[in-house]
Structures are given as C-alpha cells and as structure tokens.
C-alpha cells in the first residue's frame, strides 16, 4: 500500500484512521476512468470523489492534489506487470515486452500515461514522482531478469559493480522506451513477429546475429 504523499499526515497527537485499501483501489480506478472520459485538462478531485464515492477530503488526506492521484493511478497498473522464468533471457525480454504492450492497449493506461508525461515537461515535480512511483519501480524487472540470465550463464556479472546501476537503466530505457515509441507515438503493433524481431536485435546487436 503506497503511503500518503508528502506533507499529508494526521495531526499531532492523533494516529487517524487506517487507510482502507479498498477505497484507495476505487478511488485509483476512478481516476483513471475520468481520465479516459473527461481528458486531463478537466478532470479535478470533485470527479474523482463523485465517481469512487468518497469525501474530497478522503483524497486530500491521501493525495495532495491532481498530478500525485493520477501517477499513482498509472503506477498500480505498471505494478501488475511480472516477469515469470520462461526459461531463457530471449523467452522473458519477449514475454514482458508482450505484457507490457498489451497494458498499453488499455485505454485507461494510455491515456493516463500520455497525460502525465505531457504535464510532466511543464512540471519538474511531477517527473520526479513519475521517475519514483513508475520508472524506478519498474527496473525491478530488469534487475530480476539479469539476475536470472547471469545465473544461468547468459550474462557476464558486471566486473566493475559501481556501473550496474547504468546498465540496468541503459536496459530499461531500450525496452521501455522502444515499446512505448512503438505503441503510443508510432501506433504500430507490438505483434509476437515485431517482438521477435526486436529482442533479436536486442540479444545480439546491430552487427550480429544469433549464434550459428
């Protein structure tokens, strides 16, 4: 469960009432929904309280405003994404690059991921809380998937482990970056040929190619 954002806290002297896990879950698919319908410019706290059925002052007390509700909103549904061993690095890149093109079908995700990060080049907040809730939660998967592939003898172990932080970042934004340039920018299908094709590239480089 995701803390409050900063700044919101019961007052001195009071512990206040636990947060229910079920309104935040009702109040994050309403958000989303009114995104969907309403679009960012008008969407505002009252919309959000009216639909999930709750006070405006239930959100304040969880959210500080609009730009913290609807990250939050978008990164309950990048947390549903997963990496199962499939095997192999290949079978796990094209299986989450799978999963993750068909969360961006949803129109829900698209949308509330094109509005925040459209808002975010006007708000330097705003990228801070998207690089903390969605993007460095999300290279999770990259660092599990590493993991697997150097122990199955896949991937080197990094020398130097001063430079595993830009490697996992360097991997996380080929893939997310690509897969998100293809969907939302390019509206091209993210296909399993298309897939393929890409983690070839990926696995072997521009130069080379699979293993005879």
Do not use: C
Request: no cysteine; aromatic share 4%; proline share 6%.
């Amino acid at each position: 469960m995701r803390n409050p954002s900063p700044g919101i806290s019961p007052p001195p002297g009071r512990t206040g009432r636990p947060r229910s896990a079920a309104a935040d879950a009702a109040i994050l698919a309403a958000t989303r929904d009114a995104l969907v319908e309403l679009g960012w410019s008008k969407l505002t706290m009252g919309d959000v309280s009216a639909r999930a059925g709750v006070a405006k002052t239930t959100l304040y007390r969880r959210w500080a405003g609009k730009n913290e509700l609807v990250v939050d909103a978008v990164a309950e549904l990048f947390d549903a994404l997963e990496l199962p061993d499939r095997g192999s690095l290949e079978a796990d890149i094209e299986y989450v690059v799978l999963q993750f093109a068909e969360l961006l079908r949803r129109p829900e995700a698209r949308t509330a991921l094109m509005a925040v990060v459209a808002e975010s080049t006007r708000d330097e907040a705003l990228r801070d809380r998207i690089r903390s809730a969605i993007v460095d939660r999300q290279k999770r998967l990259v660092v599990l998937g590493r993991e697997r592939a150097q122990a199955r003898g896949e991937l080197p172990y990094e020398e130097d482990e001063s430079l595993t932080g830009d490697t996992t970042d360097l991997i996380f934004d080929v893939i997310a970056g690509t897969v998100v340039h293809r969907a939302l920018v390019s509206s091209e299908p993210v296909d399993g040929l298309w897939v393929a094709t890409f983690t070839a590239l990926l696995m072997h480089g521009l130069q080379g190619g699979p293993p005879a």
